[in-house]
C-alpha cells in the first residue's frame, strides 16, 4: 500500500520547524511504524537529503526510548500501544499519517521528533537510593510483603518514563509520572524509609522543571502505553501531605 507521511522537520532546537510529505510506497501491513521511518529515511539518504531524526531503541515496548504524536495522539491511535510496536496493518492504502514530537516545555524540542526527556532523568535522581543493608543477601521472605501491596507497586513500576503523559495533557503536567515513581517504592517496606524525602525532593524538583500543574482531566491514563493508573496522582497528593505533616 502507498500511505503520506507528513512529518514534523525542524532542524535544531531554535529553529523554526514545519510539517512536511513523504510518499511511502510498496509499504508492508507487517511494518512497524518506526520501521517505515526506516524505509523513508533509506530514500532520503540515497538521494542526498537529510533523514528524519526520531528516538528509539527495544522497538519492543519496553524501554520508553520511542515518542512520537500520532495523528494528534501521543503513540498514536491504539490503545495501551507504544509508538514502536504501532504497525501498518492499522492502516488503509491511501493513509496520511501525522508524526510531530512531544509538545511541553520540559521536553524541548532537539531535532525534527527528538525531543530532550532529561528532565525526567532529574525528577528521579531527586528521589535519591533506597537505602539497604550491606552483606550477605537477605532470605527473599524475611521482608514479608501483602499481595495487594506486590501487585499495586508492580502496576505503578510498569511505568517506562516516556513521557506520553506529559504530552497529552494541556498543562504538561508529570504528576502522573511521579506519582507512579513515588507509589511503587513507598507501598514497599523496602522504600519506606526515605519515603518523605524523596517525594518531597521529586516534587520540588517537578515543579523545578517547569511541568504544569494537574487538573483532574485524565488524558494522560488514556494515552499510557503501560496503563498506569491515576490513582497513583492520588497516592502522589497522599504521600506528599504526609510528608509535610511528618516534616512539620
Not at 58 to 67: L, M, N, P, V
Not at 176 to 189: N, Q, S
Not at 212 to 230: F, L, W
Request: proline share 6%.
Amino acid at each position: 500500500m502507498t500511505l503520506t507521511l507528513r512529518v514534523w522537520r525542524q532542524p535544531g532546537p531554535q529553529t523554526p520547524g514545519r510539517l512536511v510529505d513523504y510518499t511511502a510506497r510498496d509499504v508492508s501491513p507487517h511494518m512497524s511504524l518506526l520501521e517505515l521511518l526506516d524505509v523513508v529515511n533509506e530514500d532520503l539518504t540515497a538521494s542526498g537529503e537529510e533523514p528524519i531524526a526520531f528516538d528509539s531503541d527495544c522497538r519492543e515496548g519496553i524501554c520508553g526510548s520511542c515518542g512520537l504524536v500520532v495523528d494528534g495522539v501521543a503513540h498514536g491511535p491504539k490503545a495501551a500501544t507504544t509508538t514502536c510496536q504501532l504497525f501498518m496493518r492499522h492502516y488503509r492504502d491511501g493513509d496520511v499519517i501525522t508524526l510531530e514530537p512531544w509538545r511541553a516545555r520540559a521536553f524541548p524540542v532537539v531535532k525534527d521528533l527528538v525531543v530532550d526527556r532529561s528532565a525526567f532523568d532529574r525528577v528521579i535522581a531527586a528521589g535519591g537510593y533506597v537505602s539497604v543493608d550491606t552483606g550477605s543477601a537477605p532470605e527473599a521472605n524475611a521482608i514479608p510483603v501483602p499481595k495487594d501491596d506486590a501487585e499495586r507497586a508492580m502496576d505503578a513500576a510498569a511505568c517506562i518514563g516516556c513521557g506520553a503523559c506529559v504530552a497529552a495533557c494541556k498543562n504538561a503536567s508529570a504528576v502522573l509520572f511521579v506519582g507512579a515513581k513515588v507509589g511503587h517504592l513507598a507501598t514497599l517496606p523496602q522504600g519506606r524509609p526515605e519515603r518523605e524525602r524523596r517525594v518531597l525532593a521529586m516534587v520540588a524538583q517537578m515543579e523545578e522543571e517547569g511541568f504544569g500543574a494537574c487538573s483532574n482531566e485524565g488524558e494522560c491514563e488514556a494515552v499510557c502505553p503501560k496503563e498506569i493508573s491515576v490513582t497513583n496522582i492520588q497516592r502522589l497528593s497522599r504521600e506528599y501531605v504526609r510528608a509535610l505533616l511528618r516534616r512539620g
